[in-house]
């Protein structure tokens, strides 16, 4: 059936790839890539949410994926391995592969209740302030990481990987990889039938006209919360991701840069645009991949200069040069993005017949 075609082929590219990696045909690198575009596309469409959708302006993304990733983390290393801070694990690691999808939604839900916490004083504000309490927010709760010196502080957690191997021990499969597919797959899945449903048409007739829409009866109040919620819960399901490809997570990888990089993939794919937020993600995540070929070349000539000290490191200053100049170039010459508000279907009609959503 044809509505059925579109979902069939992204299903046998998943197959594709999980089995070329099973055979080693593509390597651990473009496996990385592969599982870091996946995490990326869930940022970037759930972002979308607040920023596109609903019209507001928010800037701490990366505080709800740092959540994600250390409930997430804390509950698979205490349940399945062994570790000093919390000794033997409650349960047989051979569980890991079983419980692993149930602990990424435990992850993604206290996310969510953490974005409730930030969105019941944040959507008193709007504009400018918004952007400044969402960022303190993010500031906050990495903050509360690194401080944390059970958790390794701002030495990090780890522990990961030893979940990686026990599902391995199970059956020899690149499990990171299938449940990178499992997770961005049903994630942009939900984006799609939330942005359709009559919560999604609210919080766009928000962005239209909050004042029209609360005369339409639109209990806007509501329909913010829930928007924020379930755009934190998702960053934090992509946290889970992060923290399992790694193997490790650093407080630090989850401060202002990283809610810059889910700003730059936002407005480079377009706002309220689903499909422009999976291209941008594509995009964004092979650029900053370039860029890490490019940049250590760099490091390598301007230390030729003698009066650049040897603790100096281009690759720091580049990537927060490059990112943020990215969304200052978008602003200032494509503000709508790649696509717009648009989705891949307004430029190809008959693209409809080969997928259903409802």
């Given at each position: 059936m044809?509505?059925?075609s579109?979902?069939a082929?992204?299903?046998?590219?998943?197959l594709?790839?999980?089995?070329?990696?099973?055979?080693?045909?593509?390597?651990?690198?473009?496996?990385?890539i592969i599982?870091?575009?996946?995490?990326?596309?869930?940022?970037?469409?759930?972002?979308?949410?607040?920023?596109?959708?609903?019209?507001?302006?928010?800037?701490?993304?990366?505080?709800?994926?740092?959540?994600?990733?250390?409930?997430?983390?804390?509950?698979n290393v205490?349940?399945?391995?062994s570790s000093?801070?919390f000794?033997?694990?409650?349960?047989?690691?051979?569980?890991?592969?079983?419980?692993?999808?149930?602990?990424?939604i435990?992850?993604?839900?206290?996310?969510?209740?953490?974005?409730?916490l930030?969105?019941?004083?944040?959507?008193k504000?709007?504009?400018?302030y918004?952007?400044?309490?969402?960022?303190a927010?993010n500031?906050?709760?990495?903050?509360?990481?690194i401080?944390?010196?059970?958790?390794?502080?701002?030495?990090?957690f780890?522990?990961?990987?030893?979940?990686?191997?026990a599902?391995?021990?199970?059956?020899?499969?690149?499990?990171m990889l299938i449940?990178?597919?499992?997770?961005t797959?049903?994630?942009v899945?939900?984006?799609?039938?939330?942005?359709?449903?009559t919560?999604?048409?609210?919080?766009?007739?928000i962005?239209?006209?909050?004042?029209a829409?609360?005369?339409?009866?639109?209990?806007?109040?509501?329909?913010?919360?829930?928007a924020?919620?379930?755009?934190?819960?998702?960053?934090?399901?992509?946290?889970g991701?992060f923290?399992?490809?790694?193997?490790?997570?650093?407080?630090?990888?989850f401060?202002i840069?990283?809610?810059t990089?889910?700003?730059?993939?936002?407005?480079?794919g377009?706002?309220?645009?689903?499909?422009?937020s999976?291209?941008?993600?594509?995009?964004?995540?092979?650029?900053?991949?370039?860029?890490?070929?490019?940049?250590?070349?760099?490091d390598t000539?301007?230390h030729?200069?003698?009066?650049?000290?040897?603790?100096?490191?281009?690759?720091?200053?580049l990537?927060w040069?490059?990112?943020p100049?990215i969304?200052?170039i978008?602003?200032?010459f494509?503000?709508e993005?790649?696509?717009?508000?648009?989705e891949?279907s307004?430029?190809f009609?008959?693209?409809?017949?080969y997928?259903?959503?409802?």
């Amino acid at each position: 059936m044809k509505k059925y075609s579109v979902p069939a082929l992204l299903t046998t590219f998943a197959l594709c790839t999980v089995v070329a990696a099973y055979f080693e045909i593509i390597d651990l690198y473009v496996q990385t890539i592969i599982m870091f575009i996946g995490v990326n596309i869930i940022l970037s469409s759930s972002f979308n949410i607040i920023n596109g959708y609903m019209g507001e302006f928010a800037c701490g993304h990366a505080g709800f994926m740092a959540v994600g990733a250390y409930v997430t983390s804390i509950l698979n290393v205490m349940f399945f391995t062994s570790s000093k801070t919390f000794g033997d694990p409650i349960f047989s690691p051979e569980l890991a592969l079983w419980f692993f999808p149930v602990t990424m939604i435990i992850g993604g839900v206290a996310a969510a209740i953490t974005g409730l916490l930030v969105a019941i004083p944040s959507f008193k504000t709007r504009d400018d302030y918004l952007a400044i309490i969402t960022l303190a927010a993010n500031f906050i709760i990495v903050s509360l990481f690194i401080n944390m010196d059970s958790l390794g502080g701002a030495r990090g957690f780890m522990g990961m990987k030893q979940i990686v191997f026990a599902m391995e021990d199970v059956a020899f499969l690149p499990w990171m990889l299938i449940w990178t597919f499992v997770f961005t797959y049903f994630v942009v899945f939900l984006i799609r039938r939330f942005v359709s449903s009559t919560y999604g048409k609210g919080i766009i007739a928000i962005h239209q006209d909050e004042i029209a829409a609360e005369i339409m009866s639109v209990n806007t109040n509501k329909m913010k919360l829930v928007a924020f919620m379930f755009s934190s819960g998702l960053a934090g399901i992509a946290g889970g991701l992060f923290a399992h490809i790694l193997g490790y997570i650093n407080p630090n990888s989850f401060n202002i840069l990283k809610s810059t990089e889910c700003l730059v993939m936002v407005y480079l794919g377009g706002m309220g645009s689903l499909s422009g937020s999976i291209i941008a993600a594509i995009l964004f995540t092979l650029l900053i991949e370039m860029l890490r070929f490019i940049i250590p070349a760099a490091d390598t000539l301007i230390h030729l200069i003698p009066l650049v000290p040897d603790t100096f490191h281009l690759s720091q200053v580049l990537k927060w040069v490059i990112i943020p100049l990215i969304l200052v170039i978008l602003m200032q010459f494509r503000p709508e993005g790649i696509m717009g508000n648009r989705e891949l279907s307004d430029f190809f009609p008959k693209l409809k017949k080969y997928y259903e959503f409802k």
